[in-house]
């Protein structure tokens, strides 16, 4: 997985590239995607855990090979509830 950092539109704020990208490896992360039928300018969705445990949501664009990150930021009380049921539902 390679992430595409030049140019990239996003503004990270206290969150680090590598906390973004260890969301990409969450074995619970769950990705969102958009339902298009062109997806060469879709934007997708992922709601992961960093390896210093905060919960993240970012929006990213890809190709198959590369990432480009849009925006990322912490999970809003809700959307963190979205994430702990559904891995709790998987896993059950």
């Not at 879709?42 to 210093?52: D, E, K, M, N």
């Not at 198959?64 to 049921?85: D, L």
């Amino acid at each position: 997985m390679e992430f595409d950092w030049i140019n990239a539109p996003a503004d990270l704020g206290d969150l680090t590239p590598r906390e973004v990208e260890e969301t990409f490896e969450d074995p619970f992360s769950i990705r969102l995607l958009p339902e298009l039928d062109d997806s060469s300018d879709a934007r997708y969705f992922i709601l992961g855990r960093a390896v210093s445990g905060k919960l993240l949501f970012t929006v990213f664009w890809t190709d198959g090979k590369r990432y480009r990150i849009i925006q990322s930021r912490i999970m809003t009380e809700a959307e963190a509830g979205f994430y702990e049921r559904k891995n709790a539902e998987l896993n059950n």
